[in-house]
Every structure is written in C-alpha cells, then in structure tokens.
C-alpha cells in the first residue's frame, strides 16, 4: 500500500498457521518485484531491542551507497517511523509512522533518502531489516528523534537512546 511519502509503502503478507505454528514468506523477490525493483540485496540484519520506550533512529545511508530497507518486525511490537530527508522532494521533513507486528505480516519498503527509527512498545522486540546496499559509514545520515520541526508523535517517553542517537542533528543542518 503506498503513502505519500513517494516510494514508501507498507507490504503486508499473510501467514500460514496450522497446529505446529506459523510460516511467513518475510521477503519474496517475485511478489515484491513491484516495490523492490531492481535493488540489490546487501545486508540482511535482525536488531533486538529490551526495553520498552527505547528509541532507536533515525538513520538511512546517502551518498555514493544510498540504501532502501525494508523492515519487518519478528518478535514483539514496534512504533516505526520513516522520515523524508530527500533533497527537492515536495514532503520533505514528513514522516509517516506505522505500527509493525508479526501478527499484522506488515512492512515497510523505505525508499533511499528517507530515514528510519523505531520506539520499542513491547520488551524483546526483533525487527529484521533487508539492505539494498553495502554498510558504509562514511554515508550514514541521520536526524536526532525529537527535532522540533518533525513534531514526530512518539507513543511513549523516550528511553534507551544511543550516544550516537542523542547527538544526531536537526534536519534544518542536513
């Protein structure tokens, strides 16, 4: 389903649940072709986080490696937000949220130049996040959570913020 956030769009699959469990297709080129285009998969990565309030983001990779992720929770609850930091683009400085849970079968596909962040609404949440691009430090990017020209509606009080998170600049300085 797009937003109007150009590029952005949640995915949503359905699972196979019988008496043993579930099974759910977390990412299938073929189906998502639509969406994913014809990026390259990079990097596959789960993060869990404990606590929850945590906050983590918001981040995304510009420059010569700009990356597109799509994220998808595994375990647990998350709050996920995706922030428009592309230079000329008519939302720029929007954001949209988007709660992902391994019972909704959601995600989201977040197109490069947008950034991404997450507050953890249930202890132990795992997200699992698909790269279009190889980790390159040198291109990181980010905004710090509560930049007061994002306004972004946290659902709770923030928690558990990186070094790096806390110190993050406005999106006036990008």
């Known amino acids: 389903m797009a937003t109007p956030l150009a590029g952005l769009v949640e995915l949503r699959s359905t699972a196979f649940t019988d008496g043993r469990g579930s099974f759910l297709n977390a990412f299938r080129l073929e189906e998502m072709h639509a969406w994913w ?3 390259a998969v990079h990097q596959i990565n789960v993060s869990r986080t404990e606590r929850v309030g945590a906050i983590r983001g918001l981040h995304g990779q510009q420059g010569p490696t700009p990356e597109a992720k799509l994220v998808r929770c595994l375990r ?12 000329g683009s008519s939302t720029r400085g929007q954001w949209r949220s988007l709660e992902l849970t391994p019972e909704a079968g959601n995600a989201w596909l977040i197109p490069e130049g947008v950034l991404h962040g997450f507050q953890v609404l249930e202890a132990g949440s795992e997200l699992l996040y698909v790269h279009s691009a190889p980790y390159r430090p040198g291109d990181q990017v980010g905004v710090v959570w509560n930049d007061p020209e994002l306004a972004i509606a946290w659902p709770l009080p923030a928690l558990d913020l990186s070094q790096r998170d806390q110190q993050l600049p406005l999106l006036a300085a990008l």
Request: proline residues 7%; without cysteine.
């Open 37 to 39: 285009g014809h990026r």
């Open 76 to 87: 647990g609850r998350v709050f996920d937000v995706a922030v428009d930091v592309r230079p």
